[in-house]
Nanobody, 115 residues
Framework: QVQLMESGGAMVQPGASLRLSCAPSGIFVRFATMGWYRQAPGKQRELVATITSGESPKYGDFVKGRFTISRNNAKNEVYLQMNSLEPEDTAVYYC?????????WGQGTQVTVSS
């Protein structure tokens, strides 16, 4: 059974940094294309970043070099380092495969950027 657990969200001020973590069970991140997604209030869920073996990570246009996706194969975890956070980054952040599979959506982790 696949379960995806996200953590690391918090309420921070603009310009701050956060690192989100995703610890999937039932998926080996080294063999999978993993993605971070986010959903802001009243908006559709959008792709933030993806990582897969043999390719450079990909990012949404809105990232503008501020975020970095990475993984630790030994720990079977995927991370999203977010720097220079803006109020527009406020959302619930999720990890999933890319493309995502509906049954795999977890609870997500809330990121709130506010002064």
């Amino acid at each position: 059974q696949v379960q995806l657990m996200e953590s690391g969200g918090a309420m921070v001020q603009p310009g701050a940094s956060l690192r989100l973590s995703c610890a999937p069970s039932g998926i080996f991140v080294r063999f999978a294309t993993m993605g971070w997604y986010r959903q802001a209030p009243g908006k559709q869920r959008e792709l933030v970043a993806t990582i897969t073996s043999g390719e450079s990570p990909k990012y949404g246009d809105f990232v503008k070099g501020r975020f970095t996706i990475s993984r630790n194969n030994a720990k079977n975890e995927v991370y999203l380092q977010m720097n220079s956070l803006e109020p527009e980054d406020t959302a619930v952040y999720y990890c999933n495969l890319n493309p995502p599979l509906s049954p795999y959506w977890g609870q997500g982790t809330q990121v709130t950027v506010s002064s």
